[in-house]
């Protein structure tokens, strides 16, 4: 269900972000019709308000026009000269931005709203655009930033929650909120709050009477039901989902119910109604073509057949799915239906098929695993309460964080062993009968042990840089506490001083060491999105300044920007920034007050970008160079201004870059300085564009 799920939260995140005009297109064209008829006599306000109409209403089927109209009103609304109109035009521009995925343009055009509305003081207003600068940040894959315009749009929307209730467009955006904030928690896992946010929107859209927007989100209420063994519940809301869809005529959504309440069902053990809803979904799939849900719906059926024990009919509809699945290339399909085929032969003692299904689910899955996108991590909830209760709960979420991810871990491979013991049996069960197969397996056995080894060995290495890391800061913790607790009554305004700033470097070393541990656990478990674009480098380098220019201007160093103006980059932007920020941090800890740190590029146009960061710092001797880059080596040393470092950020700048398939080093000379390089092939976009053609 995981990519059911998966695809409808994208079809709510994008069709609830502004307006739900899909149902009513016949109505909005006529609409449009007489808009078009009176524009031309009427004058402004009327005016703009028409043209933003039409550019909304052109919005689904003619972007071209839904621009054109978009920028007419703005040019109307500044000669008017009226705020108001000004904004609300605004607010246009950014839905065409959107659309048009120009994110940037569509932050620019908010943060214009803004600085608008500090005159207006239009609190509703200023609660949307939060709102929308939440989405934005969300689509970007910025979670915890978009966490916080979610949550400054939420605290505006309720101080004016009475104008809400009389007005149904503002409570519909009110819905919207709650709806995007859900879909956050759903992308973590974390369905519980993903629910709870859920069931605030459909209350808000029942207020503001919008039926489609309701049956999507009593749909995504029944996955997230579904998703923490609220079976029944998750009936419930499927069939309400499936009632409003009936009802709008809405057929996709119709039919991806039925499949829904099949699987429901199933899990409910109520047989014959899940044969029956599977058996009609099934038909009008067929009848409309919708191969996509009817892969889906063939394997529910499956699930029905292997539920009721026929395994001869469940075997044709798993082959169907598989069928299927490859014809319209969606490979998460295929990789249930491997699986599913694999335990099916094991049901009927044909150990050989299943063996070879069972291998065609691990190199699918071993494939897939190096695709799959997550969006955010579990540390997006916690940070919440971490950020609300000013850091007191920093060391427990540190732990938890840690003991989720070392779980799901450890999860995975106790999930590769005990397959691997399943295909041990069946080779000893069918020794005599195929020698070569074992052969076969036995190699696939060593690989996997080998590999378990690694995971094992740098999971020990991990540990261990962790607690040496942990170490320091803690102890400062603990003794200042003390001192500060025995001297209380004694202790002069400047000793008390001297206390809190030594609380205050230990509290950002363990949080920079946090943040850095996250990132690693994240590329660990192949949860780092890879989306590699065109962006421009010499932007992403002054955002990088602009954050890191407290520090340098606590020494005085300057921080210079070489890379031309508009040089334009092939690569994953939050992965580069990431890097880039980590090893500006590194010259600043390392370079003397009144240093100077440069950042530019070597463009070899036959092979690849070459980035440099430069600093004339303290620099660093063979042995030092050599162990950089390496888990398994622990180089923590301390810079100009005794600043200590997490011992992580330089892995995850290799672990970054390696995902380019580019390459990372460092020149440095002892007393003079060090310049960190990293490379990004140009053949990575070929690669890429490739691949997407393929």
């Not at 290339?329 to 299904?357: G, H, P, Q, R, T």
């Not at 195929?434 to 540990?463: C, G, H, P, V, Y």
């Not at 340098?552 to 092939?570: G, Q």
């Not at 070929?686 to 053609?693: G, S, V, Y």
Request: proline fraction near 1%.
């Amino acid at each position: 269900m995981k990519n059911i799920f998966k695809k409808l939260v994208l079809i709510t995140f994008i069709l609830l972000l502004y307006q739900n005009e899909l149902i009513f297109a016949q109505a909005i064209n006529n609409e449009t019709d007489s808009l078009l008829k009176i524009l031309n006599i009427v004058e402004n306000p009327a005016k703009i308000d028409v043209l933003i109409k039409l550019s909304n209403n052109y919005r689904r089927y003619d972007q071209k026009q839904q621009k054109k109209y978009a920028e007419e009103a703005y040019k109307k609304a500044l000669l008017f000269n009226d705020k108001r109109y000004i904004v609300k035009s605004l607010f246009t521009l950014t839905i065409v931005e959107l659309d048009e995925r120009n994110l940037d343009l569509a932050e620019e055009k908010i943060n214009e709203i803004l600085k608008i509305n500090q005159e207006l003081k239009d609190t509703f207003c200023i609660a949307n655009s939060n709102r929308i600068l939440g989405d934005i940040y969300a689509i970007r894959g910025f979670y915890s930033t978009s966490q916080k315009y979610y949550l400054e749009s939420s605290n505006l929307f309720e101080k004016i929650k009475i104008e809400l209730n009389k007005d149904k467009s503002k409570m519909l955006e009110y819905g919207k909120l709650f709806n995007n904030y859900g879909v956050l928690f759903a992308d973590i896992n974390d369905f519980e709050s993903s629910n709870k946010y859920y069931k605030l929107a459909s209350e808000a859209y029942k207020k503001a009477g919008d039926s489609l927007s309701l049956a999507l989100i009593y749909y995504n209420i029944g996955i997230s039901s579904m998703k923490i063994s609220e079976n029944d519940s998750a009936l419930y809301y499927n069939r309400e989902a499936n009632k409003i869809s009936k009802l709008l005529n809405y057929k996709s959504m119709e039919l991806n119910t039925l499949v829904s309440q099949g699987e429901l069902l199933i899990l409910l053990k109520r047989y014959n109604e899940a044969k029956e809803v599977l058996d009609l979904a099934i038909n009008q799939l067929e009848e409309n073509k919708e191969y996509h849900d009817l892969a889906y719906a063939y394997i529910q059926k499956g699930n029905y057949f292997k539920a009721i024990e026929d395994n001869n009919s469940a075997l044709e509809m798993f082959n169907k799915a598989l069928k299927l699945s490859n014809e319209i290339d969606y490979e998460d399909y295929c990789l249930i239906s491997y699986k599913s085929l694999a335990e099916i032969y094991e049901l009927k003692n044909n150990y050989v098929e299943s063996l070879n299904y069972y291998k065609k689910w691990f190199n699918l899955k071993d494939s897939l695993e190096q695709k799959q996108n997550a969006l955010v991590i579990q540390e997006l909830n916690k940070k919440f309460d971490y950020e609300k209760k000013e850091h007191e709960n920093s060391e427990l979420l540190r732990q938890k964080e840690f003991a989720e991810n070392n779980n799901s871990r450890l999860r995975i491979i106790l999930a590769l062993l005990f397959v691997l013991v399943i295909i041990g049996v069946f080779l000893i069960n069918n020794l005599k009968k195929n020698q070569r197969l074992k052969d076969e397996f036995n190699k696939i056995l060593e690989s996997k042990n080998a590999e378990l080894q690694e995971n094992i060995n740098t999971k020990n290495k991990f540990f261990s840089i962790i607690a040496h890391d942990l170490r320091n800061p803690l102890g400062s913790f603990k003794n200042v506490t003390l001192l500060l607790l025995d001297d209380y009554n004694i202790n002069q305004d400047e000793d008390t001083k001297e206390f809190l700033e030594i609380l205050n470097d230990s509290a950002q070393n363990l949080y920079k060491l946090l943040e850095n541990l996250l990132e690693w656990s994240r590329s660990q478990s192949g949860k780092i999105t890879f989306e590699p674009s065109d962006f421009n480098l010499n932007a992403i380098v002054n955002n990088n300044i602009s954050l890191l220019s407290l520090q340098a201007n606590d020494k005085e160093i300057s921080l210079i920007n070489n890379v031309p103006t508009n040089y334009i980059l092939f690569a994953d932007m939050n992965l580069i920034t990431t890097v880039i920020r980590n090893l500006m941090s590194n010259a600043i800890k390392f370079t003397k007050a009144y240093g100077k740190i440069e950042i530019g590029i070597l463009d070899n146009s036959n092979n690849e970008t070459v980035v440099y960061i430069h600093d004339n710092g303290l620099g660093m001797n063979d042995a030092t160079k050599n162990k950089l880059f390496k888990i398994e080596e622990n180089v923590t040393n301390l810079g100009t201004n005794n600043e200590k470092g997490t011992g992580l950020g330089l892995i995850l700048c290799k672990e970054f870059i390696d995902k380019h398939k580019g390459r990372i080093w460092v020149e440095s000379e002892l007393g003079v300085g060090s310049t960190f390089f990293f490379s990004i092939p140009h053949s990575l976009k070929n690669e890429i564009t490739a691949q997407e053609t393929i």
